[in-house]
């Protein structure tokens, strides 16, 4: 619900400057500000919440009589500033807690009843109370400012410039006052370590960096690691890879994995969607959504489906949108080669809004097809500048953006030259001296990465990527992702796999020959799970990894049984080749089949258990078909 009408019920008397000024708000007004101070929009910083108190630390309620409905709503109010900014409570239960006294304690007002507020309420708000607050400077100075105005008026010659001097000095005093307002409630914030100053920025900052909404997961275990959890608020990436190369099907496959994966998702602002945007300029919107068809479908077309179908597959391959369990949208827009610059990110943006969305990320397809505002007639100039400003409008919108480029001749001579070759892992061969056109954009960006894709030995398709450049912390920074066995257009999602399903590399061990093939099924046990992993010449003194394969072990790391009726093993340490963690619980709609193809003559580990290592940290123990530890091989377990 929008503001609809200016607060302008309030009146107020003039006093002298000893007295409190007592502003006489109409009930609607007040319930405006008690919806304000439980709320959860995440763009109401500590500075708006002081300027607030500021202007109800001068409200009397002596003032309003016997009028229960107001003082309620008065009280009401400075308990919650006093629980956001003295108690520092952020839980919207904990801050209804403290204002009603206590449980069991009588409701100062039914907060139920009490709506959210959109952005649009906030800014109005805060805006209004700026206005207050500054003419209550000047009410209480009254007095002062009609003695100087008097003293000017009958002043002699010889003494109106000290009563000039005066009034000069008043005037400056509220300006700073004027301005200081003006900071509460402005967008960016001057950092200072002046203890007035200091623990408000502080506060603000530490509310954005921690926000849930700051990070949006991928479904993909290896990416998330690259990426320090997911694609971050306020930053810019930049995929680059050869044309033809998979560039849009990944960006597309990106978008549908962060509805996917971030159900989760709060927006900052409580009253909006959380919407994915995606400005594709490259291809039509209709080629895109066919494109998304097949990657859920198993490769089907819209020729393939009847409308009914196809409406069918999108609702039921998580595409589809619902407010309490599929909260996230998708807004597809297409514009032709150039006709926009990256202005039209804040146009596009704005509209959104107004409809009720609110962009949690934005995706541009690709990056030579806008122009920059600050255009430089120069191709490798205008390429840096439209990241610059991609980089504007992610910090002003609080968001990441996700676009993507080609590589240059000399990667693309490389990758051709050896694509019919036994040569493997060819994306390690390239670097940020591989991107076209412009190294600005590598300059510019928060974090680029090539991708390529790759077959291993046994014809199973990957997509390699590889981190060229970075600000944040990068934990993997080259792996390979399989693609589904049965859609070589959609990359595989491990996120919620027992194991993850990437390679670091896809050259294989010249010593056991080894490949790793994953197929992992929930069981009806919540700590067993069905496995699958196929392997030939596995040689003792090796374990299981699903990055790298068989690797070899130091044998004081192996876990050994201490005898077959027990799974309790004894060790002097945990394997030296740790891999990333797991969670204990995988819900059943994300239980996942690897796509990597197998041999029927290939051994097979079909079981594996969690068990109890003896150490700090449990493990788990594969086991063939007659329940013998293969090779020792076992895996660190990390619940969360």
Known sequence: ???????????????????????????????????????????????NLNLIRDLFDR??????????????????????????????????????????????????????????????????????????????????RYDEILNLAANLHNANYGRRSDVVNQIQQLTADLNMQFN??????????????????????????????????????TGMTGLNAMLDGGFQADRVYIIF?????????????????????????????????????????????????????????????????????????FRTSGLGYDKDTDPIDIVMIYKPNLSVNTDYMYTLTDKLRESGREPICFFQDHIKRIRPVNKRNDIRLDLGEVVNEFKAFATATNIPVITDSHLNRDASKVLDDNSGSNKKDLIRSLGSFNVSESYLMIDNCDLGIIINKENDSHDNLYMGFKCIKTRTKCTLDLFYQPYMMTNEIKLVEDLYSPVPSFKRQLKEDKNTGMKISKRVNRSDDD????????????????????????????????????????????????????????PAMIPDAFANTSPIKSDPWETELI????????LDKPAIRFLDDDGVSINNGLLPYEPK
């Open 59 to 140: 409200v009397d309620e002596n003032q309003y009589g016997n009028d229960i409905d107001r003082i309620t709503r008065i009280r009401f109010i400075k308990r919650g500033l006093d629980a956001r900014i003295s108690k520092k409570l952020t839980n919207k239960d904990m801050i209804i807690q403290y204002i009603n006294g206590g449980i069991g304690d009588k409701p100062l007002l039914d907060a139920s009843t009490l709506e959210e507020i959109s952005d649009e309420d906030l800014a109005y708000l805060n805006e209004q109370a700026n206005e207050l607050v500054k003419s209550y400077f000047v009410d209480e």
């Open 527 to 582: 700590d067993l799970f069905s496995l699958n992993t196929i392997s030939d010449n596995m040689e003792p003194g090796r374990k299981v990894d699903p990055g790298i394969g068989a690797v070899p072990v130091d044998p004081s790391s192996i876990l050994y049984p201490r005898n077959e009726n027990q799974s309790q093993f004894v060790t002097s340490g945990m394997p030296s080749e740790p891999v990333l963690p797991m």
């Open 607 to 614: 079981s594996r258990s969690i068990i109890n290592s003896g």
């Open 1 to 47: 619900m929008n503001i609809s009408r200016k607060i302008n019920n309030n009146t107020r008397s003039v006093k002298s400057n000893t007295e409190s000024i007592k502003p006489l708000f109409d009930i609607k007004t007040l319930e405006f500000y008690c919806r304000y101070v439980i709320s959860m929009n995440q763009n109401i910083r500590i500075s």
């Open 241 to 313: 890879a050869q044309a033809a190369g998979g560039k849009s099907f990944t960006m597309l496959d990106l978008a549908m994995q962060i509805k996917k994966y971030n159900k989760d998702y709060i927006p900052h602002d409580p009253t909006k969607i959380p919407t994915i945007v995606f400005l594709t300029m490259e291809n039509s919107e209709d080629e895109n959504i066919g494109r998304m068809l097949s990657m859920v479908s198993d490769g089907k077309t819209f020729g393939d489906c009847s409308l009914e179908d196809s409406i069918n597959i």
């Open 180 to 217: 200081k307002m003006d900071e509460s409630i402005s967008q960016s914030q001057m950092f200072s370590l002046l203890p007035q100053e200091f623990e408000s920025v502080m506060s603000d900052i530490h509310a954005r960096q921690t926000s849930p909404s700051r990070v949006l997961r």
